[in-house]
């Protein structure tokens, strides 16, 4: 059996070792079109940054490794041109010689990734605009900051002197995971970096107000935020530098410019094969990662995969499920019943000393769907005991099914303790959780790293709450007719309050019953929504109409519209 | 109705909390024996530290707190000194009057804890001993720590002047987690310390290989490590010092004693009441927290839980349990049909840079069990992207069923990412996953936080392997009569090797299979187990028979028996 694999970093790599396992016989050719297989393109912007230093940390494996460990024909440099699936053959572009050859194959996987959008805007070409893909163009960035970047010259702030620069100015375009990633990575090789972004908030994955806390901890860390404003050109400046031109007519100066857009499934050999793509532009395959033609596979970026909590088909660029693809594949091939159970998106990103991590689906999904059988949470804990030093306020969102209590998505922002909770609500949901079951989950605790109640019991205790009706809940977009009653302590007022709401806090509540309308919905708020629970509960139990306003004062300023 | 609840601490508090937001009529009186309610012991290491360094920073809730905030009668001093079950009555110390009163109760809550054990040992009540269990422990040993302590004279070894000095050497009574907390805050101190353990190991409910690695890590950290030797004694020296008296006949001078040899559930009130109590000398609950007699419920450390992996009585001292225990309590007595689901024990410690951390069962238990349907794994992989700074390798044992594949247990040593790594098997386990299920688990990457296989899916795949079939499996103490196959390079044997094994590198081996016998069980070696897999899929294929060491050279010296 011959097995030709298209493409050799996360799938296809995946997939030609994995068939090399379970299949000492088979021939196994796996061809990658650039200079290297396998590399790390995950560690790109960090090489950007410096932080990793070394271009060889990011080479993985190489051809070597995999002709000597695997005896996998490994060839870099080398294109698939021209795929004949009646004939079942390949015709592969050798770029070193310039010659094309025509292979035949039995089984074929195409690997191809997904390439970064550019669109042709006037300028996109000039130099000093990159884009993040490959090992090659990281380099390319490395040069341009620390040799190529024309000198600028300009007034220095403190002396007054004219002085010569190296590159001080970068405007990043699209504020995905690799847009962010690569503000944080220049922002540490000390340039000023402005992100353009043509949406509402950076982010796209996540609900617009969690994206809101990743914006003010950008621009808490110097960065300044263009959103709402598409990239309309480039151009060049008589002292050598770019100018990013946007939509609404700004003009931000920049001495380098990173398009970070997004990436779209590299398709053209699939087109070519006459293989189906799905509704959102991407190879359709089925659970065994089958394509529409027989024996031919496809893994990775470039085809949709179901949500695992939606159902719907959808595009994922994440390097795990491009991993465990292209075993599936190799598996299905060496004649296994794997498949592939849908992806449910995890991921996490890291920005300066923080983190924000997402798995399942958001409300913006479930929004989009029509879908109106969920509710939503926040809360706000610390990442471990308050009293051991270095707890961080962790920003949590927790999306449920009102019918089941079934978890359906979660958000997570902070400083300490991210990775511990999003991978507990992701292994959750991968089980079918509810909020029932996170109340009891059993999670590691000392006072270093979490609480004798989890954040992720906690998220439990608070959704189980509302379904159980110990709890109403309500939502600031949400407070305006009803009495908004503030539970805290005068103390905690003078440092922010919300105009008209009155106050009793709670110690005195029970005293003061008297002071509130039994005719009217009272809202209640706090600094979390801890305290604002107990009054709810007592008043609840006074035959009062209350409702907990989600995540108190914490959650105001970002999840009020507008 | 009153609820009297005995015990203002961790199961107590959160019962009579709980219980107020449930029932805003119930009268609710919480006793507590000591000067303060709602503290955190867990903290009380680190504040002999200075880790924590106020002793308000441990006070997390007042008495004041309750009355105010819930509306609780809360006593501090105040002892249960009588209960009579019959008459539903107890009878109240308070220690600051002397006097004793009767009260009513309809329902009573016994949360009394466990006390630390004293056995009644030669000196066991000499100044400077001391046990770890409330605030006032704590700062008597900082007292002790600060001012109180003999000077000690003796010659300053670099001056070799006669000096006087400040306690600087410890003795630490028992290997467990308050043991291993109190070591960790001593050397942080910067007290010499030396720890004596009756058992062959630190962490009892570790497995004895993975508690091997973390005595090497504390004897790295220079912890003098006395196992295998109880207390017999302790008496004073004419310097004022004190010193530690071993079975064995050992002598350790000593500044300082920790006592933390173990705990025992406090039953005295529970006897007096006629209660049951349990094989492990707890009180018997069922799964709503009640006990043998009618209307009085227990929680926490006091009681036996079932363990929910082994359905085995235990007798668990967590936080975690302790807390839904109380709020379970108070369901019920609310009328609610809340169950304690039992315990998984999971737990984590911190030692110097790592932490320690277990979920599920152990072998140890399993084997006591006589339980044989399992397997094991060991693995090492990096706490992140080996290619981004600061990844750590981990240490990882996973136990599971070899007929279904569930997942039974995990343990978790590293200087990174451990807390990351056993939520994800602790929350598996509580829904019953499969290594199946762990392979395919969706958990979060990026390069400064996992890998795209992430340790989690890597246990998955290994253990999936051996159970498909895909790779048998050997430990290092069944490597006798097989063939040891050493498939690494020349430069790894030049570090370390097994006398007598063959090698033969990975990528060599296929052209060198002559070499090999078809008779005799090959047992293969890497260094952590991953090219021994591959080798082993090969010479599986081939017609050998064939078994990979599981983790390898990473794995011998603390795997292999004596």
Redesign the interface.
Known sequence: MKVIIVGGV?GGASCAARLR?????AEILMVERGPYVSY?N??LP?HVGG??EKES??L?ATEQTFR????IDCRTRCEVVGITAEKKTVELKNHATGTVTTEHYDKLVLSPGAAPIRPPLPGIDLPGIFSVRTVPDARQMREWLERVAPPRSGMDSYTGYQTVTKPQRAVVVGGG?IGL?MVENLVYRGLEVTLVEKLDQVMPHLDREMARLVERYLEKHGVRLELNDGVAGFQNVTDGSLEVLTSSGKIHPADIVILAIGVRPETALAKMAGIELGERGGIRVDEHMRTSKPDIFAVGDAVEVRD?VTGQWSLVA???????QGRIAADVIAGRDSRF?G????????IFEA?I?Q?GTTEKVLKRLGDTDYEKIYLYPNSH?G???GAKRLAIKVLFRKSDGRVLGAQVLGED?V??????F???I????TVY?L????????????S???P??FAGMVAANVLRG?MSLSHWDAVNHALLLDVRNANELAVDHVPGALNIP??KL?ERLGELPRDREIQVICASGQ?A??AT??LQ??GFKVRNVAGGMLSRSHTTPG
């Not at 000597?68 to 005896?71: E, G, H, N, S």
Request: charge should be negative; glycine fraction near 6%; proline fraction near 7%.
């Open positions: 996360a396992r379970l299949d000492e016989n790390a995950c560690g960090y932080v990793i940390s990011l993985v000597d460990q695997f005896a995971f990633e695992f994440l390097a795990g499920p491009a991993n465990r159970r992806t449910q998106g995890t991921s996490i990103c890291q983190a991590a798995t005991a009293y051991y030093p303790g990775p511990k909770r999003i991978d507990s992701a292994m959750a991968q089980m079918g959780c079951d109340e009891e989950a059993e999670l590691c605790y000392a006072p270093p790293f979490g004798a109640k989890d992720v019991n110990d709670l110690p029970r305290r629970y107990y509960r007592l139990q006074k």
